[in-house]
């Protein structure tokens, strides 16, 4: 697109985050600004930016309708490139989610999606309460998936030991 600001031509260009060609250069100057931050800061490294908000609790007080309330999921993960959507609950092993966890499971896997392969994990975890969680060190206690009918299926990894981190990386193939 053509513009005129103080009687000079300006060249704009629709920006395609592969191949940029800017001619006006303060455009171009805030497009390496951009560059340069996300060259810095890696967005995709899991990085907790305001460690005392993240540790803040969400209280669901006053948040119901009956007998039901909110609940949250420890860990959500989307990727197109992927075509997957995951939700992850985290528990002390030996411990069970609840039944509204379980049922936001069943619900999350069978009705999102939308082209995605769609999981749920339950993952179990040794760590003192003292100490933080690596989510790749958790191990799978339970996967639910949606079968060839569109029934949500289970499946129990309890006498088993499969890593998180080696279960996400084989679907992400």
């Known amino acids: 697109m053509k513009s005129t600001e103080n009687g000079k031509d300006i060249w704009m260009g629709v920006l395609d985050y592969k191949e940029v060609k800017l001619t006006d250069e303060r455009l171009k100057k805030g497009v390496d ?18 460690e005392e908000k993240f540790r803040q609790q969400l209280i669901f007080d006053g948040i119901s309708n009956d007998k039901r309330t909110g609940t949250d999921g420890d ?16 528990k002390e092993s030996g411990k069970e989610i609840t039944k509204g966890q379980e049922i936001l499971m069943k619900n999350f896997v069978k009705h999102m999606g939308g082209g995605y392969r769609t999981y ?6 040794n760590s003192k309460s003292s ?22 299926g289970v499946k129990d990894y309890k006498d088993k030991i499969v890593k998180f981190k080696d279960a996400f990386d084989a679907l992400k193939r």
């Open 33 to 50: 600004t951009i560059i340069n931050i996300f060259k810095k800061e890696d967005m995709s490294a899991g990085k907790i930016y305001n």
């Open 75 to 90: 860990w959500l993960y989307e990727s197109k490139k992927d075509g997957l959507f995951i939700i992850a609950e985290v």
């Open 120 to 125: 749920g994990f339950v993952l179990w975890h």
């Open 131 to 152: 100490e933080d969680i690596s989510l790749k060190d958790t191990l799978v206690r339970e996967v639910y998936y949606k079968d060839s009918n569109g029934s949500v």
